[in-house]
């Protein structure tokens, strides 16, 4: 091989070394990845076509996942309960998508689900037709610590 044969072929691999590692699969969140966060939620709807919402429930709740697979959910600023979660991902058949489903660990219940933008959709895999909508929450910040930065 040339010396010039050789620096271009160098030259070719160090660029497409560069670009696969521009495209680093590490980059782009994953779908688990994009469940982590605090989901505060907006409506539930059933079989009985009459929809559930913090309005018509009196009742604020937020739901919050971290990478460590647990979720706590919170009622009207109150933890309400905690579990320990897994995600997986469940083929429904040939030519069919794959959905990803939340199994909780001592509870009966699992859900399927999906994130787009900054929605949470949930809905119950135990055969029941319960879809819960949930919108990413803004993070709380303490006014005791924004307090005492101004002390």
Same mark, same amino acid.
């Given at each position: 091989?040339?010396s010039f044969?050789?620096g271009?072929f160098v030259?070719? &691999?160090?660029?497409s070394s560069?670009l696969l590692?521009?495209?680093n !699969? =590490?980059s ?5 990845e ?7 939620w907006?409506q539930?709807?059933?079989d009985?076509?009459h929809? &559930?919402?913090?309005?018509?429930t ?5 739901v919050?996942f =971290?990478?460590?697979?647990?979720a /706590?959910?919170?009622?009207d600023?109150? &933890?309400?309960s905690?579990?320990?979660f897994?995600? /997986?991902?469940v083929?429904s058949?040939f030519g069919k998508?794959a !959905?990803h489903?939340i199994i909780? !660990?001592g509870? $009966?219940?699992n859900?399927?689900y999906?994130?787009s ?5 949930l809905? =119950?895999a135990?055969g029941?037709?319960? =879809?819960?909508?949930?919108? !990413? ?10 307090e $005492?930065k101004g &002390?």
């Open positions: 091989m040339t044969t050789r271009v030259m070719l &691999l160090a660029g560069f590692g521009a495209c !699969r =590490d782009v969140p994953t779908v688990e994009k469940l982590v966060g605090r989901w505060e907006q539930t709807a059933n009985s076509q929809s &559930l919402t913090p309005t018509n009196g009742h604020r709740v937020i919050e =971290d990478r460590r697979g647990r /706590r959910f919170y009622q600023g109150q &933890l309400v905690a579990a320990a897994s995600v /997986r991902r083929t058949g998508p !959905r489903i909780y !660990r509870y $009966q219940n859900q399927f999906s994130v933008g900054n929605r949470l959709h809905q =119950d135990s029941k037709t319960s =879809d819960h909508m949930y919108i !990413r929450a803004t993070p709380e910040v303490s006014v005791q610590a924004s $005492q &002390l």
